[in-house]
């Protein structure tokens, strides 16, 4: 699988490509533009629905964001409920913990419905205070988790060798291996009659009065409707205004006596740190990160991967260097 970057990801081993054998010159239900989790996640359903879809990838499944994920999948956010409740009141907080619920039940219905295996697993996460500030802002994101009815329970002990002043347990969180899911999705979506074009870049588009053509790299495709999948829709919209893209940072090491955390960790420092574990071909492996900042706002982003690991070589007895890959990730302005 080829990715985003020149840094290999720990997903990277899992290389499939998908053949193009698909007729383009159709008028299609819906043309999914990118071939990401939320791309193919969509493309099947649209599919199963009856719609005739078509998924147009610029390079190949899984060469961005999906990619580049550590792939942990939480019901709590960056903006925590407190800061939901402040910003848009506690109803529109509730909803967004049931959304949370919701995306992590259909990763796990997809994964029972079209039998991926995907390295799928529930997990505790731990959410840590590591001096008095993180401790003051621990107990409002507890509280404030209270208010829309999400579990937080505070806690004294934690499975990461880091000390801390104060901690709080999550649990019924999860991870998983990406590319293996979005694997599973693509071959169920083939199945079905959906057509995935890879290296098929989408140029431009024209709205007409009853469908859409799009400008590709591998000729003109029509389609009554276009979702686009990739990060930001091109062009300027009111998204462009509202979110902003960052850069995270993450390594993949092997660590000496086989001392591995089983769960999920993160901590309040700003930028944050966050760890889990993954089994790649038959060895456990620790994933870290952090560092983030703004796209851009970085003139040396190798300093910013040695930051990280001397910050984990602190804590951990790392033994090598496996895997790094720098993570896309939007935030709200």
């Given at each position: 699988m080829n990715r985003d970057g020149t840094r290999k990801s720990i997903w990277q081993e899992e290389i499939k490509r998908f053949p193009s054998d698909g007729d383009l010159n159709q008028l299609f239900d819906v043309v999914i533009v990118g071939g990401g989790i939320t791309g193919i996640s969509t493309?099947?359903?649209l599919q199963l629905s009856g719609k005739k879809c078509v998924i147009l990838e610029a390079s190949n499944i899984g060469f961005g964001t999906t990619g580049g994920t550590s792939a942990h999948l939480n019901d709590f956010f960056d903006t925590t409920y407190a800061q939901a409740i402040k910003d848009?009141?506690?109803?529109?907080?509730k909803l967004l913990k049931y959304v949370g619920i919701e995306a992590k039940n259909i990763i796990k219905n997809n994964i029972h419905e079209f039998n991926i295996d995907c390295d799928f697993e529930n997990k505790t996460a731990y959410l840590f205070a590591l001096d008095e500030k993180q401790e003051k802002q621990l107990n409002d994101i507890v509280e404030g988790a209270s208010q829309v009815g999400h579990q937080m329970i505070f806690t004294n002990d934690i499975p990461f060798p880091i000390p801390f002043k104060r901690a709080a347990v999550i649990p019924d969180q999860g991870q998983f291996h990406p590319i293996k899911y979005i694997k599973g999705l693509a071959e169920a979506f083939i199945d079905k009659g959906g057509i995935i074009e890879e290296d098929c870049l989408c140029?431009?588009?024209?709205e007409q009065e009853d469908f859409v053509t799009l400008k590709t790299s591998k000729g003109t495709v029509r389609a009554k409707?276009?979702?686009?999948a990739t990060h930001i829709p091109p062009g300027v919209n009111i998204l462009h205004f509202t979110v902003a893209p960052y850069r995270s940072y993450v390594i993949a090491f092997s660590l000496k006596g086989n001392n591995y955390p089983k769960d999920l960790g993160y901590d309040l420092t700003d930028p944050y740190h966050y760890y889990r574990i993954q089994n790649i071909n038959g060895?456990?492996?620790?994933?870290a990160g952090g560092e983030d900042h703004k796209t851009g706002h970085a003139d040396d982003t190798g300093e910013c991967f040695s930051k990280l690991e001397n910050y984990v070589r602190q804590y951990f007895d790392v033994d090598t260097t496996m895997y790094s890959l720098v993570k896309p990730v939007l935030r709200t302005c």
């Open positions: 493309a099947v359903r848009f009141g506690l109803q529109n907080a140029e431009s588009h024209d409707k276009v979702v686009y060895e456990d492996l620790l994933i």
